[in-house]
């Protein structure tokens, strides 16, 4: 049972997805999407086929396409629904989806609605993948006895649990080789990944085009809402016919759409300043500084060092709790994380990095991580290490 104590602290906030920091009451983003409630008011109040397809989301959505290297991009207000109700009009139950066994929930609710056969493979693993679609194309689809229409394979570029960065070229040579189509959800990638915060696909160099829909969330790098896919024109139209998402779902509304775009200009460049770059760089730095200063206390940490998403493990769930309450008590606003949310025995604190922490930011939290590791237990790095050396051979 829950005691609310009605006092209130400041914290370190260590849990949010604001990776860029964009999220401030005031600046040029907050400002924009003020000034715009006075020319195009709060919301149109309709979907977007019965008249509140308002000209502003038509310019966010030129502006997302920019900003992915795409030919065209459409918004949906919310990001969990971006997934859900457009992956059934992408793929049918002639379909065939190949899954990563650790994707989010709003891509698993997307794909069994879809009414496609799923195949799970190995978490981030290219070569299962492969494997699991080979083995499919041997024998016919089991629910209709036929040969498959369309081949999906959908992968995330930031896994959220696990601080892994997607292996994005292997995937795209899986999917050239066999004519399959490629969905990467960039929820946690997009801004947090590449030199300029364009995502995994800048991450690693490759082609937007080789990425047939483009995913990702307007809440976490952006600070705002909603979500969009990006990729070719033919795509994106069809879509906008056939989605669920497009035909009965809501439009924007004008202020979330002016601080998307505001977000959006600045780490382009197109504000006329190298902040946005900045941001990035900052983000960058943060985030390998943090990890590797955790590893060094003892601590095992999950995920690639160029991720802003930390999960340091505990793996017993009495344990997370109480590193959970101490950390709050200590002044650090982190997410503990358990059953059912990851497996009962991989319990973790999840630490997201933000391009506005300072160094001594950091540098608090990291003490207290280290008093409260020693008082829970927790660095198992380095009793791995200890125990290691006394080992007499």
Not at 24 to 48: E, V
Not at 74 to 92: E, H, K, Q, R, Y
Not at 179 to 203: I, N, Q
Request: proline residues 4%; aromatic residues 8%.
């Amino acid at each position: 049972m829950f005691r609310y104590t009605g006092r209130e602290c400041e914290v370190v906030n260590m849990g949010s997805y604001n990776y860029l920091g964009f999220s401030h009451n005031d600046g040029p983003c907050a400002k924009a999407a003020a000034q715009i409630i006075d020319r195009d008011g709060l919301h149109a109040s309709a979907t977007r086929s019965e008249g509140s397809m308002l000209k502003v989301q038509g310019e966010l959505e030129k502006c997302v396409a920019r900003y992915l290297g795409v030919e065209e991009a459409i918004c949906f207000p919310m990001g969990f629904g971006t997934n859900s109700m457009n992956i059934p009009a992408l793929v049918d139950k002639n379909s065939l989806i190949l899954s990563d066994k650790l994707n989010h929930s709003s891509l698993v609710i997307g794909c069994r609605l879809s009414g496609a056969q799923i195949k799970v493979f190995k978490h981030n693993s290219a070569k299962d993948c492969e494997n699991k679609l080979r083995d499919s194309l041997c024998q016919p689809n089991p629910k209709t006895g036929e040969k498959y229409n369309k081949i999906l394979i959908v992968i995330e570029g930031i896994y959220s649990m696990e601080g892994t960065i997607v292996d994005l070229p292997s995937f795209i040579e899986v999917k050239k080789k066999y004519g399959a189509y490629l969905f990467l959800d960039e929820a946690h990638s997009v801004g947090a990944l590449g030199p300029t915060g364009k995502g995994v696909v800048e991450y690693w160099g490759s082609n937007p085009r080789d990425v047939d829909f483009m995913m990702g969330t307007l809440t976490k790098s952006f600070a705002a809402a909603g979500g969009y896919i990006g990729g070719a024109k033919r795509v994106i139209d069809h879509l906008r016919v056939k989605s669920a998402g497009s035909c009965y779902g809501s439009a924007m509304s004008p202020p979330i759409i002016a601080q998307v775009m505001s977000s959006m200009k600045i780490m382009l460049g197109e504000d006329g300043t190298d902040i946005g770059r900045k941001k990035a760089d900052n983000l960058l730095r943060n985030s390998r500084y943090f990890r590797s200063k955790l590893k060094a206390l003892g601590f095992m940490v999950y995920g690639h060092d160029d991720s802003p998403v930390v999960p340091l493990m505990t793996f017993y769930t009495s344990k997370v709790v109480c590193f959970g309450r101490e950390t709050l008590r200590c002044g650090v606003g982190a997410v503990q994380v358990g059953y059912p949310a990851t497996p009962f025995t991989k319990a973790r604190i999840r630490f997201c990095i933000s391009a506005d922490h300072t160094k001594e930011q950091l540098d608090f939290v990291l003490r207290q991580c280290d008093h409260i590791g020693d008082a829970t237990a927790t660095k198992y790095a380095k009793a791995n290490l200890d125990l290691f050396r006394k080992i007499d051979y």
